[in-house]
């Protein structure tokens, strides 16, 4: 689905306002918005907000592109975020902190199977 949803935006994906993707990729959406919403998310603090609040989908493949996608982006981060969703984030991450260092390690299990 992310895929399909990538080709059909192609290269206007970063013209997609930021506040319709976090909308599309909101959760209590169908299944097939939220993973729409994510995978065309421009923005390095939108895509960190919108993983976030997908971080406990009930579907299992969101749940695991959603965490993946905050680990990558808060390894990338510099320094603290700010900005429109500096607070909201900021919430999040603390009440994920004591999940973050699993959800690494199943990152890094993954890509040890894959890569096997």
Do not use: C, K
């Not at 998310?41 to 993983?51: C, T, V």
């Not at 905050?70 to 607070?87: I, K, T």
């Amino acid at each position: 689905m992310t895929r399909v949803a990538r080709a059909a935006v192609g290269w206007n994906r970063s013209e997609l306002p930021l506040s319709f993707l976090l909308d599309l990729a909101a959760p209590g959406r169908p299944y097939a918005q939220r993973a729409a919403g994510l995978a065309l998310m421009h923005d390095d603090g939108a895509r960190l907000l919108a993983a976030l609040r997908l971080a406990d989908d009930p579907d299992v493949t969101l749940r695991r592109t959603a965490r993946r996608d905050a680990v990558r982006v808060l390894s990338r981060l510099e320094e603290e975020v700010s900005g429109p969703y500096g607070d909201e984030i900021r919430r999040l991450v603390a009440h994920h902190a004591a999940e973050l260092p699993g959800w690494q390690d199943e990152i890094r299990r993954r890509n040890r199977a894959a890569s096997r």
